[in-house]
């Protein structure tokens, strides 16, 4: 119970949020280099921690989507493009 519903695709329902006493929201990002170089620099200096719950290679795609589909992750799931 609690914490937010956030998607980047569509306006979560507010009806869905709300019966699991959390707050919907969309959110929809723009590119900004200053501000991608102040978040960067949060990073950098600790103010900011990136948890990565698991690593999958490109080609393990597929994996990627199947353990987010299990349930909830605490942290990022990576998909790294380059290696």
Do not use: C, M, W
Not at 43 to 62: C, L, P, Q
């Amino acid at each position: 119970t609690g914490g937010a519903l956030i998607s980047t695709l569509n306006e979560p329902s507010q009806t869905e949020a709300s019966s699991h006493g959390a707050r919907a929201a969309r959110y929809t990002a723009r590119p900004d280099g200053r501000q991608l170089t102040e978040i960067a620099s949060l990073i950098n200096n600790g103010s900011v921690r990136v948890v990565v719950a698991e690593r999958f290679s490109f080609d393990a795609t597929a994996n990627a989507l199947e353990r987010l589909a299990k349930g909830h992750v605490r942290g990022k799931i990576v998909v790294e493009v380059a290696p």
